[in-house]
């Protein structure tokens, strides 16, 4: 079946640090593919997303391309600050009825 | 002025009762989910309903019962809850059955705990 593969968290970085963050999926067919971001307490906002092959999502400093040849879709900030402290979702969707099949989360630590 | 709003926040209960958990959104959305995340913060969709017809039932057992009285509105109910039963829940809301350019909107989910 269709899964989703994240990096081991937690992730830990100095502030103004490269982030990258890992995410491969297994799909049967073409999903959309998108990141979502939990901040401490709170449901999960949608960062960024790409609907087919080749697309780059962005937002925030935040960018991710759809790679369908490795099968990936990894995530990079090029400075990171504080605030980014959070835990970082991937997922995959064929838009059947709104299932979202999400990867289990990386959480990124950001130090001053 | 929430999105998507859930009640409670917290709730702690003894097995073997039985509890709801509500959710609200005000966004005009026309479908809504329920998703549950674990304690490893693995996330899974439970239910899907689009205008108060159930769409998606991941196979959950027949204890949690959803009920969507409005397109505004999709309450959870769980029968004699189990000690697995424990995890946050978290309620969605989306324009249309999940396309790309509708993304999921999130509640700030419900911790249940049950001991």
């Known amino acids: 079946g269709d899964s989703v593969t994240q990096m081991e968290g937690p992730v830990t970085l100095s502030e103004e640090a490269f982030l990258t963050i890992n995410c491969t999926y297994t799909?049967?067919?073409?999903?959309?593919l998108f990141w979502y971001v939990q901040y401490p307490g709170e449901g999960l906002q949608l960062l960024l997303k790409?609907?087919?092959?080749?697309d780059k999502g962005s937002n925030k400093g935040f960018e991710a391309t759809y790679r369908k040849e490795t099968t990936s879709f990894h995530l990079e900030k090029g400075s990171v600050q504080v605030s980014d402290s959070a835990v970082y979702f991937c997922?995959?969707?064929?838009?059947?009825?709104?299932?979202?099949?999400f990867g289990q989360g990386t959480e990124l630590s950001v130090k001053p | 002025d929430t999105a998507v709003s859930q009640t409670p926040k917290y709730l702690v209960t003894q097995m073997g009762n039985d509890k709801s958990i509500k959710c609200e959104q005000n966004?005009?959305?026309?479908?809504m989910y329920w998703y549950k995340q674990d304690s490893k913060k693995f996330l899974k969709i439970m239910f899907s309903?689009?205008?108060?017809?159930?769409?998606i039932n991941e196979t959950v057992p027949n204890r949690f019962s959803p009920k969507s009285p409005d397109k505004a509105h999709l309450n959870l109910h769980i029968n004699s809850l189990e000690l697995g039963d424990s995890a946050v829940y978290f309620c969605?809301?989306?324009?249309?059955?999940?396309?790309?350019?509708?993304?999921?909107?999130f509640g700030n989910g419900t911790r249940l705990t049950v001991t």
């Open positions: 969605a809301s989306s324009q249309g059955a999940g396309a790309p350019n509708s993304p999921l909107h």
């Open positions: 799909a049967t067919g073409y999903p959309s």
């Open positions: 790409a609907t087919k092959a080749d």
């Open positions: 997922a995959l969707s064929y838009n059947q009825g709104g299932k979202l099949i």
């Open positions: 966004l005009g959305h026309d479908t």
């Open positions: 309903y689009n205008n108060k017809e159930l769409i």
